[in-house]
């Protein structure tokens, strides 16, 4: 149980381009999820913080105008990156939870912006 | 969020029990701790959580000092599938909760055939 799937694996695109990276939670209601980036040799960065229904928190440092987050239903979360540019380019992993259950983790996608 | 210390790596035979420390001195009395453990290019995977009692499931086992300062993760048996970096971490509340998780360094583990 507590299957987290994301959305793509890779995506290799032209600098400019919008992005957009789907999560999901396939066996559960999920009533947060979160974004984080991971960049080489680095541990994860929690970018944002989403609840269903309602706006996405940010930490700081992470542009809102750039990342958009839309969290529309309890089990699906998408991450855009607008006008994405070299460096952007990185591994953005999402997680969900529900109720007092840990965290789940997707398996992340590695964005590469030439 | 507590902070915690853990060696940057660790080598293990395989088919023996490798035991990842994690200091956190300066847990509080509602955190939890939980460990994650990261195969390259893959997301984090949950392993176990505990907040005072040692905790054992079908992965691992985590043994928690009376003080709570410290702890240790146990994989009975290790494999060349259990090379990871391995996460302690430790935060408020039992569950996933309103909050993300702050990843450290972690200790990368690695298993020797």
């Known amino acids: 149980g507590a299957v987290v799937s994301q959305h793509p694996s890779r995506v290799i695109c032209k600098s400019g381009t919008s992005v957009k990276i789907e999560c999901r939670s396939l066996?559960?209601?999920?009533?947060?999820m979160f974004w984080y980036r991971q960049f080489p040799k680095k541990s994860l960065m929690l970018m944002a913080t989403?609840?269903?229904?309602?706006?996405?928190?940010?930490e700081q440092g992470v542009e809102k105008d750039k990342f958009l987050i839309n969290h529309a239903s309890l089990t699906l979360s998408t991450l855009t990156v607008t006008s994405a540019h070299p460096e952007d380019s990185s591994f953005y992993i999402c997680?969900?939870?529900?109720?007092?259950?840990?965290?789940?983790f997707g398996d992340g996608t590695r964005l590469s912006i030439l | 969020d507590a902070k915690t210390t853990q060696p940057p790596s660790m080598d293990c035979a395989e088919g023996r029990a490798a035991n990842l420390p994690c200091n956190h001195s300066?847990?509080?009395?509602?955190?939890?701790v939980y460990w994650y453990r990261q195969i390259h290019s893959q997301g984090p995977q949950y392993i176990i959580h505990?907040?005072?009692n040692n905790e054992t499931n079908e992965m691992a086992s985590l043994i928690i000092t009376e003080d709570r300062k410290s702890s240790t993760l146990i994989l009975p048996h290790a494999t060349l599938r259990d090379t990871a970096v391995y996460y302690c971490?430790?935060?408020?509340?039992?569950?996933?909760?309103?909050?993300?998780?702050?990843f450290g360094k972690g200790t990368h583990l690695i298993i020797q055939p």
């Open positions: 997680s969900a939870a529900y109720s007092n259950q840990p965290q789940h």
């Open positions: 066996d559960f209601q999920a009533t947060t």
């Open positions: 989403s609840n269903e229904g309602s706006k996405a928190t940010y």
């Open positions: 300066t847990i509080s009395g509602n955190e939890y």
């Open positions: 505990g907040l005072k």
């Open positions: 971490i430790v935060r408020v509340g039992a569950g996933g909760g309103a909050d993300g998780l702050t």
